[in-house]
């Protein structure tokens, strides 16, 4: 069974982990790319958006989706 806090927590933490959790390996590569750019390219101002974005799409999925 797919924990949607335990799936969320983890995206928050590192995003594209809680995907990973998940089984969404495509979108795990997404956000663990694009998470690192907008850190960089904003100096440091918009990659907690991503932080937030990622960890509600692994928690909906978990939620949607609670089997392997």
Excluded: D
């Amino acid at each position: 069974m797919r924990n949607p806090g335990t799936a969320g927590v983890l995206s928050f933490i590192i995003p594209g982990v809680g995907q990973i959790y998940n089984g969404q390996m495509w979108w795990a590569i997404f956000w663990l790319i694009i998470t690192p750019g907008f850190w960089l390219g904003t100096g440091g101002m918009l990659g907690w958006v991503c932080h937030l974005i990622s960890a509600y799409a692994a928690y909906a999925y978990a939620k949607e989706n609670p089997r392997y």
